[in-house]
């Protein structure tokens, strides 16, 4: 019984119209792992190159993240991320991308990781992301998948026959058009629900996001926000609280799904009120509870 997250373990280099960061902590499982982690223990798959801080791996460890499925390559180099956002804050520009130790990553799903239920698949080389599935012994009860536009770019059909395994898939709106070659969101879906999942979430930024399941449509609008200081992750912290929601209700109604998408977009707003994974360090559970009322409220 337990919760299986797999993504890129980073090192970032972030400029907003508000500030630039020096090289900080990132990437999608890390995001991932931070916030699924106030819901349920993680078990977590990635690979970090030697310059990664073991102080971060310890911080992790310390919020019940197993790092047993992260590798760690002494004489290679972290995954590196560098983007820029324009004024709105809701686009960027990916400035740099070296893949590092993620160029020949082969994962290894330990032993224990083997009663996975959930399994949530960050952003990763769609290659990576097929291969822990294919290890599972047993299917879990849910296969969520993020991905983005950049393994459109370079590994389009890789990618499709990763999303044809999958239950859910997790994309935005410009990688939902991308993804389908429909500009409608509402054709987008119907065509990328032939794809392989049974679900789909768009996520639209600050506008919130949209949940499909056959001809049933949920939408859910994000916490106005009178500042975003950084939107990184916000994506996968929205991931994270949404698997890591129905991971410890273990409900997969529609319904509950609904609840998620609000845990998730609580999540993220917190996300991006600081730079990198910073507020997601702070917050408390307390935190988590009040947000959530302003959703409901
Ligand atoms: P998001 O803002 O939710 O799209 O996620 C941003 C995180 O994704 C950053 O921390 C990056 O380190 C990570 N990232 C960016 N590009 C990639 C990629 N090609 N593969 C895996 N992770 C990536």
């Known amino acids: ?16 119209p508000f500030g630039k960061s020096d090289k900080i902590i990132g990437g999608a499982g890390t995001y991932i792992a931070w916030c699924a982690s ?5 078990k977590q ?29 002494k004489d290679e180099k972290t995954f590196f991320w560098s983007g820029r ?21 082969q994962p290894v799903v330990p032993e224990a990781f083997q009663d996975c239920e959930f399994l949530m698949l960050g952003n990763l080389v769609p290659a990576v992301q097929r291969s822990v599935i294919e290890q ?4 879990p009860k849910l296969i969520v998948m993020d991905t983005m536009n950049f393994w459109m770019e370079i590994a389009m059909d890789d990618l499709k026959q990763t999303i044809a395994m999958v239950d859910m898939l997790l994309v935005n709106d410009s990688e939902a058009r991308q993804l389908s070659g429909e500009y409608s969101l509402v054709k987008a879906a119907a065509k990328i629900l032939t794809m392989g999942p049974k679900y789909l979430i768009i996520k639209k930024g600050e506008h919130g996001a949209l949940l499909f399941h056959g001809k049933n449509v949920f939408f859910a609008p994000a916490l106005p ?64 509870d009040n947000r959530l009322q302003e959703f409901v409220l």
Request: charged share 25%; with cysteine; glycine share 8%.
């Open 136 to 139: 599972l012994k047993n299917r």
């Open 1 to 16: 019984m337990s919760l299986v997250v797999v993504g890129s373990m980073a090192f970032d280099a972030i400029e907003t």
């Open 85 to 105: 956002y324009h004024m709105d804050m809701n686009s960027r520009d990916t400035l740099d991308t070296q893949l590092n130790v993620l160029e020949n990553f």
């Open 225 to 288: 926000l009178e500042e975003v200081f950084d939107p990184t992750g916000a994506g996968d912290t929205f991931a994270g609280g949404f698997i890591g929601h129905l991971a410890k209700t273990k409900d997969l109604s529609f319904e509950n799904m609904k609840t998620a998408i609000i845990y998730g977009s609580a999540m993220a707003s917190f996300c991006v009120e600081k730079f990198g994974t910073q507020r997601l360090r702070e917050i408390t559970k307390t935190d988590i």
């Open 38 to 42: 106030n819901f349920t223990p993680v």
């Open 45 to 73: 798959i990635s690979v970090v190159g030697g310059d990664f801080p073991q102080a971060e791996m310890d911080e992790l460890t310390a919020r019940g993240v197993d790092l047993a499925g992260v590798q760690v390559k």
